[in-house]
Nanobody
Framework: QVLLVESGGGLVQAGGSLRLSCAASGRTFSNYAMGWFRQAPGKEREFVAAVSKSGALTRYADSVKGRFTISRVNANNTMYLQIYSLKPEDTAVYYC?????????????WGQGTQVTVSS
């Protein structure tokens, strides 16, 4: 079992920045590829970004390329999502997820989510 806990969400104005964190526990963090997903009101959950087990590989949804940066620090069992130039359409609950497979498009473990709200 992998326990994932997100933090760092909040209310921010358009154009602002946020850094989301995902703290993992329970299993060896470096054995898992990690990802961020989001779900906006009335929409399905969608893939945002992924990072490989070592951190060497990353992948992004087209809608966030150039504005979002995913990273991880295996020594700290933590993954991050740095978000720049926030837009109102980025408003969503952001979830971190873990999978033994990269990219983690069908993760095994999920966090509880953190709300990001962008005001115009």
């Amino acid at each position: 079992q992998v326990l994932l806990v997100e933090s760092g969400g909040g209310l921010v104005q358009a154009g602002g920045s946020l850094r989301l964190s995902c703290a993992a526990s329970g299993r060896t963090f470096s054995n898992y590829a990690m990802g961020w997903f989001r779900q906006a009101p009335g929409k399905e959950r969608e893939f945002v970004a992924a990072v490989s087990k070592s951190g060497a590989l990353t992948r992004y949804a087209d809608s966030v390329k150039g504005r979002f940066t995913i990273s991880r620090v295996n020594a700290n069992n933590t993954m991050y999502l740095q978000i720049y130039s926030l837009k109102p359409e980025d408003t969503a609950v952001y979830y971190c997820a873990a999978s033994l497979v990269y990219p983690p498009l069908n993760p095994t473990y999920w966090g509880q989510g953190t709300q990001v709200t962008v005001s115009s």
